[in-house]
């Protein structure tokens, strides 16, 4: 509907009519293709997420290599801002940390970046992204931190964050994982990042599995994905894996690295902060750039390469991977041949305990040796796959003998708590109720117990709501 030409005199009143009534509020939902779409917003209000100011914005913390005493912390400013500081102090009962001798101050890497996307006749965006990790911290430690430009007073600098790094004992972790956020992020992702914090306040990070936003190069949505985290994403320490909506013929984001700064330790240049690995406590959290393995044959071979010597010299209890792309799709015609083959013998061989995914837009959950669907116990489960979805745009799905639990048309964020010997795996919606929960035990020996949990609602399908395709 966006695509309408100047009406000759015939159409006109139809087009205003039309017109007109697309004005009216009544109906946001299009169906096209067989999916949901919903409307984006564009309008005057929107620049003031894509333009940068010499306030500091778009603050986010990643998780390093060693988050027991280091965090990323990486933030955008415009380019009178030619030096960006970090300062970072433990955290206090009172105003003290800002006491001289309290606090350090680190100076970040700064670069000049612009970015003009022509796609969505967003106008050219001149900005500084500024990079830095706050090393030597101690684990199990509240510390504050603010980003600014260095001056005296408050102006140019953040507020001061809180973030908190994990105790160096196997005591159990959270981590909130997140399917597609990717369509109207503000309207109506915003609501699910922040029920996921609000249920679990002491998370300590949170992983999105790719397609954070719909067109790779759109400043006016990156603006909404960091403004609908708002603070948690200067809280909260994220990894996050590209998905085929953060690439564009081939090409990665150009605002991907300078506005993250994930780990650095994939197997080449090409896969940088896409394809990583980070240890946390007794957990390793490997992603693979599903898109360019998919893409990209030197990637491919580079990955699962470098995924094999990886998971070889794993001692981590659990291991997890994420990808954009799932091993195993929830809808036919929606197959990843090249991925799964190129993957499953390593998840196999190195029994992979959970697979973290999304692009279906959909939900789906299972094992591939589930054999008999509603088994509350499965003995040797292997390999737990998860897709889900966090944005509003909504697929269909077939049901498929890996699945233990499908759905459909739903938001989804996922609460996943990892011990020394229980993973515990809960799926809610934006109401806060449980759509799917299982829990994993791991024995001595590597040996798996799967515990399905009861949900509290049934699963859900799409042509309830919108009907039959
Ligand atoms: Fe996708
Ligand atoms: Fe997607």
Known sequence: MKNFKTPTALPLLFYVLVSCAQTQPKNTMEEAHGHTHY?????VSAHKLIFPSAVPDRIIVNLTEDPAHSVAVNWRTDQSVAEGYVEVAKE??????????NRKRIKAETQMFENENIRDNEPLVKAAYHAAVIDGLEPGTTYVYRVGDGLDGDARWSEWFQIQTPKDDLAPFSFIYFGDAQNNVKSMWSRVVRKSYQMMPTVDFMLHAGDLINHSEANEEWGEWFYAGGYIHATVPSIMTPGNHEYNKGVLSA??????NLPNNGPFKATQETCYAVEYKNMKVVSI????????EASRQAQVQWLDSV???NTKKWTVLTMHYPIFSTA???DNTVLRESLLPLINKYKVDLVLQGHDHTYARGTVTNQDEGLTVQEDAGTVYAVSVSGPKMYASQDQEWMQRRGEFTQL???ITVGQDTLSYEAYTPLGSLYDAFDLQKDSNGAKKLTNREAELPERFRKDFVGEE
């Open 255 to 260: 605002l991907w690295r300078p506005q993250f």
């Open 332 to 334: 036919k015609g929606r």
């Open 413 to 415: 964020f996922q609460i």
């Open 92 to 101: 206090t009962h009172g105003p003290d940390f800002l006491l001289e001798g």
């Open 311 to 313: 998971l070889a010299n």
């Open 289 to 296: 750039d599903a898109v360019s393995l998919q893409d990209q």
């Open 39 to 43: 409307p984006a917003y564009t309008g």
